[in-house]
């Protein structure tokens, strides 16, 4: 029902507000982002073709960060630049954490980069983001937790957990407080867990 109205709104620039009765005119442009495939919504029936050929007027492919690792740099720069974390103080990236950062395919995009950085930030305490500042799954590289079994067979979301919770209590050596805080669960939590 979203995707009629907001066809409407773009096919005749008008809309109505909740509960009135009159038509609001408005000159708008529409600029539309998605991680999914239209083109197979639209097959799918998930996605109206008529909104899609309205929409796709002009568009952008952008790929994903972990396709385009030249421009690590210059977003982390970007991050650092406007972070309101370090307005009193000129802080760079050390040649090892950007080797580090260069390293990781980024599957969180340039989202999960941004979040990185702002922790960085965060934990620095001198003016060089250096890679303990970093988080262990990055300095560490991509996980290497299995998805599947030996055979190929895929293994349960409960599986799946259970080794990488296992992974990080490894990697802090049994030490369940470091581990339940990389988790961003409670110590209780990751107990019954």
Not at 48 to 76: A, G, H, Q, T
Not at 81 to 103: C, F, G, W, Y
Not at 154 to 162: H, I, M
Request: proline share 6%; aromatic share 6%.
């Amino acid at each position: 029902p979203l995707q009629v109205k907001l066809l409407r709104v773009i096919e005749n620039g008008t809309f109505r507000r909740v509960g009135g009765n009159v038509d609001i005119k408005v000159d708008v442009r529409v600029i539309a982002a998605t991680n999914r495939s239209l083109e197979v919504m639209m097959k799918e029936k998930e996605f109206r073709e008529d909104l899609f050929y309205r929409l796709n007027v002009f568009s952008l492919s952008i790929p994903p960060l972990r396709e385009r690792l030249e421009d690590v740099p210059l977003l982390v720069e970007h991050f650092v630049r406007q972070s309101n974390i370090v307005s009193k103080r000129h802080v760079r990236v050390s040649p090892e954490a950007m080797d580090t950062l260069l390293r990781y395919p980024w599957p969180g995009n340039v989202r999960e980069l941004e979040n990185v950085i702002e922790r960085a930030l965060i934990l620095c305490d001198y003016d060089a983001i250096e890679p303990e500042h970093l988080p262990i799954g990055i300095r560490n590289g991509p996980s290497p937790v299995a998805v599947a079994e030996e055979d190929g067979a895929l293994v349960t979301l409960d599986e799946l957990e259970r080794r990488y919770i296992l992974r990080v209590l490894d990697e802090c050596k049994g030490h369940r407080h470091n581990a339940a805080v990389i988790l961003g669960i409670s110590e209780r939590n990751l107990y019954r867990k």
